[in-house]
């Protein structure tokens, strides 16, 4: 039985800047059918009020609420742990954590800073690491696949951080058990009866079945030919899209 639904975005709902096909249609199926659905994302180029803003102009009506992004949960985090970070993150993602307190940083912050992973940048982050400051992740996504192909993401930036200072992070986004159970709070369902939909073997889909929800890989976005196999037998559905991924979640949700 399926009573709730979490979605990733790039690669799921869109790619680059266009809607993948028949997503935002299904996407609207789930909703009309009454499942609720809340919506999980590591993407770290953008701030989540420009990521609403996007989502609205490729044809998704998101409310603010159901949208769970890697970013507002690593402020929550600095927030409460009174920490000032050291970003490591993309210059449009900054407005994110413009309120974050001024001072001397104590926290390395690493998201897809992009064309911000410079020797100079992630050097200084090592210096931090050195003198005992905690490494925050928003993910450890390896890659992900833009309009002309697949590129590096945050994953191996963190693994070098990690390796060089001798140090494990913080990860504050998927596949994190906390990241799932925010959402689950908020769906106030069992893990058992939620099902997550992602192109991500890792972040999604292990991460889901490790946390006790049910999974769907869908052969869009990042997905390559063999991911299938890196799930066989774990009990994870494999579909082509999510128009299919969608009629196999409403055929469980009326039983």
């Keep these: 039985m399926v009573r709730g639904v979490l979605l990733d975005l790039s690669g799921v709902l869109y790619q680059g800047d266009r809607a993948l096909p028949g997503a935002p249609r299904s996407v609207e199926s789930l909703r009309q059918s009454g499942l609720p659905l809340r919506f999980l994302t590591n993407t770290t180029r953008s701030t989540s009020d420009a990521l609403l803003k996007k989502l609205s102009g490729l044809g998704f009506d998101l409310p603010a609420d159901q949208l769970y992004a890697a970013p507002r949960v690593a402020r929550d985090y600095l927030h409460r742990h009174g920490l000032s970070p050291f970003p490591v993150i993309h210059p449009d993602l900054r407005p994110e954590f413009a309120d974050c307190p001024e001072r001397q940083a104590d926290a390395v912050l690493v998201g897809d800073a992009g064309p911000g992973f410079t020797y100079e940048r992630l050097n200084g982050a090592f210096r931090l690491l050195l003198e005992g400051a905690p490494l925050l992740a928003m993910g450890r996504n390896r890659y992900f696949r833009e309009e002309d192909g697949l590129s590096l993401d945050q994953g191996p930036f963190v693994a070098a951080l990690e390796y060089a200072a001798q140090t494990r992070a913080v990860i504050l986004g998927k596949p994190a058990p906390a990241f799932f159970e925010a959402a689950l709070r908020s ?51 494999v579909c082509e899209d999510l128009e299919e991924a969608a009629r196999w979640i409403l055929e469980r949700a009326r039983t």
């Design 187 to 237: 769906l106030d369902l069992p893990a058992g009866e939620v099902v997550m939909v992602g192109d991500d073997v890792e972040s999604d889909v292990r991460g889901a079945l490790d946390n006790g929800l049910q999974a769907v890989l869908v052969r869009t976005g990042k997905f390559r030919a063999g991911d299938e196999a890196a799930v066989a037998g774990s009990g994870a559905v």
